[in-house]
């Protein structure tokens, strides 16, 4: 049973988070580049391999979302993927599959530099998992592990010092309730990046998926999304499918995830074997 959140706890600016920590720490490469302005890209995994988490790894990106949620990802390829990533000098960031705190706890237990929850549809939601992302006095997070420190290449007492305020928090905007709330998801402390799943935002706006782009209420609910986050300082992302457009969205987002591993290697070999066939 997940804790409950305390009344009393209020989430405020009155402690450091990601946006205005004075730590550096050069492992955190997603994060010092997100704080740079330095447009950081990332992409997805969805196969559960140390071998592909390397790969994927050493291709130059800055960051790389272990889909928990959608991937074929268990407890053992999260923990190895983190530990393979981590040690390449990439930022490892776990998209859990809901907002539970043990799912929090588990995902960032493997040493992850950030975790991304999909499907937040209110402030109350946003709150909860910024509490069960945080150790205390900020949140309710628990310590036992020896690993989460390794993969930020800290000592056990030093990652409990720096963890709270270096830690990414990422929130997927992707529900017509989630747009209506946006705002007030943007207003909660703790809350450091909101990330758009255009498809399943497609499928909530509009009843279907992928969205051509053009239709107008998927169109003002993105804008929603990135004016909210601009509102409240708080950084915006979203998935594209290919370089070209993470290119094109340089302007409106400070950090974009090109596609996965799962398609990319689809694209590549239908590509090839179509000019081979031709």
């Known amino acids: 049973m997940s804790p409950s959140l305390d ?9 450091p988070t990601a946006h205005t920590t004075k730590i550096k720490n050069p492992r955190l ?19 559960p391999s ?22 074929h990802i268990g407890d053992e390829a999260m923990h190895n993927s983190v530990a393979a990533i981590s040690s390449l000098g ?6 859990i599959r809901g907002p539970a705190h043990d799912i929090i706890k588990r995902a960032l237990d493997t040493g992850a ?14 709150q909860q998992i910024v509490a069960s992302a945080k150790f205390p006095p900020e949140g309710i997070r628990g310590q036992g592990s020896a690993f989460p420190a390794i993969g930020h290449g800290l000592t056990t007492p030093e990652y409990m010092k720096s963890a709270n305020e270096t830690i990414l928090t990422m929130i997927q905007i992707e529900t017509r309730a989630g747009v209506d709330n946006v705002d007030a998801i943007c207003a909660v402390a703790g809350v450091d990046l909101l990330f758009i799943g ?29 004016a909210a986050a601009r509102k409240h300082g708080k950084w915006a992302g ?7 457009v993470a290119k094109g969205e340089r302007k409106r987002y400070d950090t974009v995830a090109i596609t996965g591993d799962t398609k990319a290697i689809q694209n590549w070999y239908m590509a090839e074997f179509e000019v081979a066939r031709s």
Do not use: W
Not at 51 to 60: D, F, K, P, S
Not at 119 to 124: D, F, L, M, V, Y
Not at 238 to 244: E, L
């Open 29 to 47: 490469r997603l994060l010092n580049k997100i704080r740079a302005g330095e447009y950081p890209l990332m992409t997805f995994m969805a196969l």
């Open 113 to 126: 530099h950030g975790i991304m929850v999909p499907q937040i549809n209110n402030a109350e939601e946003a």
């Open 50 to 71: 140390v071998r592909m988490a390397q790969i994927v790894a050493l291709t130059g990106l800055d960051g790389i979302i272990i889909d928990c949620e959608h991937g």
């Open 238 to 244: 979203r998935m594209v499918n290919n370089g070209t």
């Open 198 to 226: 255009p498809n399943d935002l497609a499928q909530s706006l509009l009843g279907y998926t992928p969205a051509r782009g053009d239709e107008p209420e998927f169109v003002a609910a993105v804008d929603k999304i990135i």
């Open 90 to 95: 990439v930022s490892p960031i776990i998209r």
């Open 7 to 15: 009344n009393k706890m209020t989430y405020t600016n009155s402690y």
